[in-house]
């Protein structure tokens, strides 16, 4: 007799658009609950991850009422988790116990159940986590087969659940297929019941998105309209005499341990080749799919890419995010009683989608980066009052050198001076928005595959997105280009006189001194901090204050003390900035009086001035200079994957200030950045 415990997980990562919400709940999460519930002798665990679970309790009200009798009738176990679904391993301990026991609240509170297992955001484990899993009253956790082939048994060696501890305080956890993962539901039912037949007696448990039952590519058709999963449910009531469906709890209850273990720090296999930086990456998955058509499992079960936490190493903007959320954490839980809405706040900042990326966009999207910077900057308005300028310093990325940290009544700033006194972050508080939010093109593994992927030609049956890349007609591999570091604003470069946009752009300019690395002193004065930064031609001098409630000033002057060079040619400062309004039609610079888009490119001589407005988000910025200067407009696009294929995103607008170098000599200059909300 097989035990089949049949898992699902419904998740929608904090800030998603309601349309996209309302889309999976119509083409995936109401269609498979309705045919569950037809099929009262089937069992299925159901994990709702809590912002869905919010969304569909105001919106969908008639699904929680369903899920609800299923529950009461023994039909579904609701698995539990923690509430915004964050990496527990990457958020501090009092957040992890403290998510996890807000869903168990939440799901009493709607279905009046507490759970006895969780589902593990990504099966990112590690092996400290049992005791704080224990200390939130969780019995059990649901992971990967792949966690116990890393731990030394074979794939048909895990039939059960398994004891693993640390300290001294055990967990159970439950290891579901990757195999099956893969055939459901893209293979047949034959295909199906080849795979059980073989596995022989003991526990099987398929644990894997909802989002596949009608999100992902063709699904929604082949699941539902043709019939997959009609067929499979007959197919399971028509064998019940040898596959028996069952929940994790009943298993637990009839069944003993099938030994200890120790679990190593891993996640699932895809995971491991989407965290290793692209060369890694791409060599990897190249000797993974060797081993793989030469059937050599023996090597496969040794083979180990990278972890969870590689994601912070190789997006220098997820890290960042990170270390400020980590930042939040400190303060609430070093408060006697923080404010409620600042906790929520700051567990809506650890919802893992916008830290990471593989086969769904992720850290790409850009509304996603937006909603962990305004949860986080709100819960800091909570937590804050600020009258007049604030400085801090300090190590806030954990690299052992020190931010710059300048706080006003509306605006705060975040300065790195051993980067070149580049600026990382600038958050306009009445709108919660960070507008430096923006994603830098890096270069990943499955770019080299770009246009072989849009020459195949896709079969008519679903197939899973892990197996079937596609790629947008507007995506092309002549036009990808990366860059070498991360971009941010505030960032200087002395150019020749000869030097123009295009080849500023291209990345491959040699008549330029990029100042990106130079590290820069700082010094706190009123209202900001000055930076002095050592060049080829003289000390150059950037003074950084706040003005009034929400204007930014930043004051050049290069000092040629000691240096006879005379300063001809022309020093550039960039800025990347990204508005939530994208490069929609409702977002567009106004220069001279005329509009342009957002994704603009071009050259603008002799600009004393210019605004940039987001009716979405109803933000303007308003640059204005000293003096006049050359204007250089051009978008940063990134290509990358998503769940439909490979697309472009447009990740924000770089402006590049061209100033003459002996303006900055002989008066100095200033750019006033103002921020207001429309």
Same mark, same amino acid.
């Given at each position: 007799?097989? +035990?089949?415990?049949?898992?699902?997980?419904?998740?929608?990562?904090?800030? !998603?658009?309601?349309?996209?919400?309302?889309?999976?709940?119509?083409?995936?999460?109401?269609?498979?609950?309705?045919?569950?519930?037809?099929?009262?002798?089937?069992?299925?665990?159901?994990?709702?991850?809590?912002?869905?679970?919010?969304?569909?309790?105001?919106?969908?009200?008639?699904?929680?009422?369903?899920?609800?009798?299923?529950?009461?009738?023994?039909?579904?176990?609701?698995?539990?988790?923690?509430?915004?679904?964050?990496?527990?391993?990457?958020?501090?301990?009092?957040?992890?116990?403290?998510?996890?026991?807000?869903?168990?609240?939440?799901?009493?509170?709607?279905?009046?159940?507490?759970?006895?297992?969780?589902?593990?955001?990504?099966?990112?484990?590690?092996?400290?986590?049992?005791?704080?899993?224990?200390?939130?009253?969780?019995?059990?956790?649901?992971?990967?087969?792949?966690?116990?082939?890393?731990?030394?048994?074979?794939?048909?060696?895990? /039939?059960?659940?398994?004891? @693993?501890?640390?300290?001294?305080?055990?967990?159970?956890?439950?290891?579901?297929?990757?195999?099956?993962?893969?055939?459901?539901?893209?293979?047949?039912?034959?295909?199906?019941?080849?795979?059980?037949?073989?596995?022989?007696?003991?526990?099987?448990?398929?644990?894997?998105?909802?989002?596949?039952?009608?999100?992902?590519?063709?699904?929604?058709?082949?699941?539902?309209?043709?019939?997959?999963?009609?067929?499979?449910?007959?197919?399971?009531?028509?064998?019940?005499?040898?596959?028996?469906?069952?929940?994790?709890?009943?298993?637990?209850?009839?069944?003993?341990?099938?030994? /200890?273990? +120790?679990?190593?720090?891993?996640?699932?296999?895809?995971?491991?080749?989407?965290?290793?930086?692209?060369?890694?990456? @791409?060599?990897?998955?190249?000797?993974?799919?060797?081993?793989?058509?030469?059937?050599?499992? #023996?090597?496969?079960?040794?083979?180990?890419?990278?972890?969870?936490?590689?994601?912070?190493?190789?997006?220098?903007?997820?890290?960042?995010?990170?270390?400020?959320?980590?930042?939040?954490?400190?303060?609430?839980?070093?408060? #006697?009683?923080?404010?409620?809405?600042?906790?929520?706040?700051?567990? /809506?900042?650890?919802?893992?989608?916008?830290?990471?990326?593989?086969?769904?966009?992720?850290?790409?999207?850009?509304?996603?980066?937006? !909603?962990?910077?305004?949860?986080?900057?709100?819960?800091?308005?909570?937590?804050?009052?600020?009258?007049?300028?604030?400085?801090?310093?300090?190590?806030?990325?954990?690299? @052992?050198?020190?931010?710059?940290?300048?706080?006003?009544?509306?605006?705060?700033?975040?300065?790195?001076?051993?980067?070149?006194?580049?600026?990382?972050?600038?958050?306009?508080?009445?709108?919660?928005?960070?507008?430096?939010?923006?994603?830098?093109?890096?270069?990943?593994?499955?770019?080299?595959?770009?246009?072989?992927?849009? !020459?195949?030609?896709?079969?008519?049956?679903?197939?899973?997105?892990?197996?079937?890349?596609?790629?947008?007609?507007?995506?092309?591999?002549?036009?990808?280009?990366?860059?070498?570091?991360?971009?941010?604003?505030?960032?200087?470069?002395?150019?020749?006189?000869?030097?123009?946009?295009?080849?500023?752009?291209?990345?491959?300019?040699?008549?330029?001194?990029?100042?990106?690395?130079?590290?820069?002193?700082?010094?706190?004065?009123?209202?900001?901090?000055?930076?002095?930064?050592?060049?080829?031609?003289?000390?150059?001098?950037?003074?950084?204050?706040?003005?009034?409630?929400?204007?930014?000033?930043?004051?050049?002057?290069?000092?040629?003390?000691?240096?006879?060079?005379?300063?001809?040619?022309?020093?550039?400062?960039?800025?990347?900035? +990204?508005?939530?309004?994208?490069?929609?039609?409702?977002?567009?610079?106004?220069?001279?009086?005329?509009?342009?888009?957002?994704?603009?490119?071009?050259?603008?001589?002799?600009?004393?001035?210019?605004?940039?407005?987001?009716?979405?988000?109803?933000?303007?910025?308003?640059?204005?200079?000293?003096?006049?200067?050359?204007?250089?407009?051009?978008?940063?696009?990134?290509?990358?994957?998503?769940?439909?294929?490979?697309?472009? !995103?447009?990740?924000?607008?770089?402006?590049?200030?061209?100033?003459?170098?002996?303006?900055?000599?002989?008066?100095?200059?200033?750019?006033?950045?103002?921020?207001?909300?429309?």
């Amino acid at each position: 007799m097989i +035990c089949f415990v049949f898992s699902i997980h419904n998740h929608q990562p904090v800030g !998603n658009f309601h349309r996209v919400i309302e889309n999976s709940f119509e083409k995936a999460y109401r269609p498979f609950l309705e045919k569950l519930a037809e099929r009262k002798d089937i069992k299925a665990a159901l994990h709702v991850s809590g912002y869905l679970l919010d969304w569909l309790e105001e919106n969908q009200p008639h699904y929680i009422g369903l899920v609800k009798r299923l529950a009461e009738r023994g039909q579904i176990e609701l698995l539990g988790g923690a509430y915004y679904e964050p990496i527990l391993a990457v958020i501090p301990p009092e957040d992890r116990v403290a998510q996890i026991r807000l869903m168990t609240e939440r799901l009493y509170e709607l279905f009046g159940t507490r759970p006895r297992g969780m589902w593990l955001a990504e099966r990112v484990w590690e092996p400290t986590l049992p005791p704080y899993l224990k200390e939130a009253g969780i019995e059990y956790v649901v992971v990967d087969d792949h966690h116990f082939v890393k731990a030394g048994l074979g794939e048909k060696n895990i /039939r059960g659940y398994y004891v @693993t501890e640390d300290m001294g305080v055990p967990i159970k956890v439950f290891g579901g297929s990757q195999r099956l993962r893969y055939l459901i539901p893209f293979e047949e039912v034959e295909g199906i019941e080849a795979y059980m037949k073989e596995w022989g007696d003991g526990l099987v448990v398929f644990a894997d998105d909802g989002e596949k039952f009608g999100i992902w590519p063709g699904t929604d058709r082949w699941v539902y309209e043709e019939g997959w999963l009609e067929r499979f449910f007959q197919w399971l009531e028509a064998n019940s005499r040898w596959i028996r469906t069952i929940t994790f709890s009943e298993y637990i209850d009839t069944m003993p341990p099938a030994g /200890r273990i +120790c679990l190593p720090p891993v996640s699932y296999m895809e995971m491991e080749e989407w965290a290793l930086p692209e060369e890694a990456a @791409t060599g990897y998955a190249r000797v993974r799919k060797e081993l793989e058509d030469n059937g050599r499992e #023996d090597v496969l079960r040794f083979l180990q890419g990278g972890y969870w936490r590689n994601f912070l190493w190789k997006y220098p903007e997820a890290d960042w995010m990170h270390k400020r959320m980590l930042l939040l954490s400190r303060r609430l839980n070093s408060m #006697d009683e923080p404010p409620h809405k600042a906790l929520i706040h700051l567990y /809506r900042a650890q919802c893992n989608d916008a830290y990471w990326h593989g086969v769904f966009g992720g850290l790409y999207l850009p509304h996603l980066r937006f !909603n962990v910077y305004e949860n986080i900057i709100r819960a800091e308005t909570l937590i804050e009052n600020i009258e007049g300028i604030e400085v801090e310093t300090g190590d806030m990325d954990g690299d @052992t050198k020190d931010e710059v940290m300048i706080k006003g009544e509306n605006v705060a700033l975040f300065l790195s001076p051993h980067r070149g006194g580049s600026l990382i972050e600038c958050d306009y508080r009445p709108g919660a928005v960070n507008i430096l939010n923006v994603l830098s093109r890096w270069q990943e593994g499955y770019h080299g595959e770009l246009e072989k992927r849009k !020459n195949e030609t896709t079969r008519k049956k679903a197939k899973s997105i892990h197996d079937d890349i596609r790629v947008k007609d507007d995506v092309h591999s002549t036009e990808l280009m990366f860059d070498r570091e991360r971009r941010v604003s505030l960032v200087d470069s002395l150019l020749d006189e000869g030097l123009g946009r295009r080849e500023y752009f291209s990345g491959k300019a040699t008549s330029m001194e990029r100042l990106s690395s130079v590290p820069y002193v700082v010094q706190k004065i009123k209202g900001g901090v000055r930076l002095e930064g050592k060049t080829p031609l003289g000390r150059l001098e950037k003074e950084v204050t706040i003005e009034g409630d929400s204007a930014v000033r930043f004051s050049y002057r290069l000092d040629k003390e000691g240096v006879e060079e005379p300063a001809t040619g022309r020093l550039a400062v960039e800025f990347n900035l +990204c508005l939530p309004g994208g490069c929609g039609p409702d977002s567009f610079y106004v220069v001279g009086g005329r509009r342009m888009s957002l994704s603009s490119t071009g050259e603008l001589e002799g600009i004393e001035g210019f605004t940039m407005e987001d009716r979405v988000g109803r933000i303007r910025l308003g640059f204005g200079f000293s003096g006049s200067i050359t204007l250089w407009l051009h978008p940063v696009e990134t290509v990358s994957l998503s769940e439909s294929g490979l697309e472009r !995103n447009y990740q924000g607008s770089t402006v590049v200030m061209v100033i003459p170098l002996e303006d900055l000599v002989a008066t100095g200059f200033s750019i006033l950045k103002k921020i207001e909300t429309l």
